[in-house]
């Protein structure tokens, strides 16, 4: 996949990518906030503070890292072993949901 942004090994062992045009869409278009933040993005997936499961999707899990006074969210869904970014973002609280 040469289309690769970057690619990491989260907390639970399960490799999270995701591409340059998604990630492109990601900060132009979501969460603007989070252009140039790959490294925040990285930190929180590879030494999540907590990994919460969604509650309307059991292959969707949230990774948390507290920044200061408020924390990178990063959403990923595992499909087979892997796993893709869906989103990220800074929020002030942690979301509901299963703690894993």
Same mark, same amino acid.
């Given at each position: 996949?040469?289309? +690769?942004?970057?690619?990491?090994? /989260? /907390?639970?062992?399960? $490799? @999270?990518? +995701? *591409?340059?045009?998604?990630?492109?869409?990601?900060?132009?278009? &979501?969460?603007?906030?989070?252009? /140039?933040?790959? !490294? #925040? +993005?990285?930190? !929180? #997936?590879?030494?999540?503070?907590? %990994?919460?499961?969604?509650?309307?999707?059991?292959? %969707?899990? %949230?990774?948390? &890292? $507290?920044?200061? &006074?408020?924390? *990178?969210?990063? +959403?990923? &869904?595992? #499909?087979?072993?892997?796993?893709?970014?869906? =989103? *990220?973002? @800074? =929020?002030?609280?942690?979301? @509901?949901?299963? %703690?894993?």
């Amino acid at each position: 996949m040469t289309d +690769v942004h970057f690619e990491v090994t /989260s /907390s639970l062992g399960k $490799r @999270i990518r +995701v *591409t340059k045009s998604y990630w492109n869409f990601i900060i132009t278009v &979501k969460h603007p906030m989070m252009a /140039s933040k790959e !490294a #925040l +993005v990285k930190d !929180a #997936l590879i030494n999540a503070e907590e %990994v919460r499961r969604s509650i309307k999707d059991k292959d %969707v899990f %949230v990774y948390y &890292k $507290r920044q200061k &006074k408020h924390f *990178t969210a990063v +959403v990923c &869904k595992h #499909l087979n072993g892997e796993g893709y970014i869906i =989103t *990220t973002y @800074i =929020t002030d609280r942690i979301k @509901i949901g299963e %703690v894993v």
